[in-house]
């Protein structure tokens, strides 16, 4: 756990309600609209709960004035993980604020559901916003992260200006956020943009094929001892590693390019521990490149890097 000091300026979202829209989520965020406003002087408290490490901040004013990390217990089932969420918040047991938390998964009403048990062991329904509700005696609102850092890159990042939005995360597994007519888009069901459930070759998905996870398992079975060695082997001209590599990366080449025509994307931001090392983007953007014209857009790197997060987290707390 560590701790630093830090000013980080945002914008900060209200999600109304709206008559007609569909149906409301138990996070206060309607499935299609959502609106902005400057925030206020109170505190709030930004939970981002990866498949790896877990991040908790404190936010007073729009200013990050305290955060700590710890290891995600991924493993050891959601009641365990919701003690682990209040644990790295406990120091601030004296601040009277709301939380916000983004979390993998699938979320509707509150509750979770785990798609891939890598990433999170036995998570159906799990009502997250209660438990930790009930735990740190606080109102809890959660919402799925790929979404949160998606809206945070909207508001201050990479999206900013672009009505027509898409952020790809690429790391432990794969996750996405989209905003259309300049709204973050948010399903009834909860599955909104699960860019890493869509099938992709041999009814793979893509998950599987391009995740950090899936590139780790692969390199291991190549001799290397994780998905960066891998990533170094290929740069280095190690066959094997660039074939692999290049595999996983024309599978979400192809995906994106879907959506560009489908949904009328004009940029992609990418993100995450993959998706940010240095040549993956530009990989990227050479596969979409080999397609025909009508299916290239902007693709450009995330700007708020392991924030993205916590500021969507932020953001969703300060909601109404």
């Excluded at 999600?15 to 829209?21: I, L, Y």
């Excluded at 109170?42 to 990866?50: F, K, N, S, T």
Aim: aromatic share 4%; net charge neutral.
């Amino acid at each position: 756990m560590y701790y630093q000091f830090n000013v980080i300026r945002w914008l900060v979202v209200v999600f109304p309600s709206k008559k007609g829209a569909g149906s409301r989520h138990d996070l206060g965020v309607n499935s299609n609209t959502s609106s902005i406003q400057e925030p206020g002087g109170r505190e709030v408290i930004a939970l981002d709960v990866g498949g790896t490490r877990s991040r908790a901040a404190l936010v007073r004013g729009g200013e990050i004035v305290w955060r700590a990390d710890a290891s995600t217990p991924a493993q050891a089932g959601p009641q365990a993980m919701t003690d682990a969420m209040a644990a790295l918040i406990h120091p601030l047991a004296g601040q009277p604020a709301c939380i916000g938390v983004a979390i993998a998964g699938q979320v509707v009403n509150g509750c979770v559901t785990a798609h891939n048990a890598g990433l999170l062991r036995s998570w159906t329904d799990f009502p997250l916003t209660r438990a930790l509700s009930e735990r740190t005696g606080r109102q809890v609102r959660v919402l799925n992260d790929a979404r949160a850092a998606a809206w945070a890159e909207h508001l201050r990042g990479a999206g900013r200006g672009c009505s027509e939005f898409l952020f790809v995360t690429v790391s432990t597994g794969v996750g996405a956020g989209l905003v259309l007519d300049g709204r973050l888009h948010l399903a009834a069901n909860g599955m909104d943009a699960e860019l890493g459930e869509a099938l992709a070759a041999d009814g793979q998905t893509l998950e599987a094929i391009a995740s950090g996870t899936a590139m780790g398992e692969q390199a291991v079975r190549l001799g290397h001892r994780d998905a960066r060695a891998l990533f170094d082997a290929a740069d280095a001209g190690d066959a094997g590693a660039e074939r692999v590599v290049r595999d996983g990366i024309r599978a979400l080449a192809l995906k994106l390019a879907d959506l560009s025509v489908m949904l009328g994307i004009q940029r992609t931001a990418v993100g995450g521990g993959v998706g940010l090392r240095p040549g993956y983007v530009e990989r990227l953007r050479e596969e979409l490149h080999r397609l025909p014209r009508l299916y290239q857009h902007e693709i450009i790197r995330a700007e708020l890097g392991a924030d993205a997060g916590l500021h969507g987290a932020a953001a969703l707390a300060h909601g109404p």
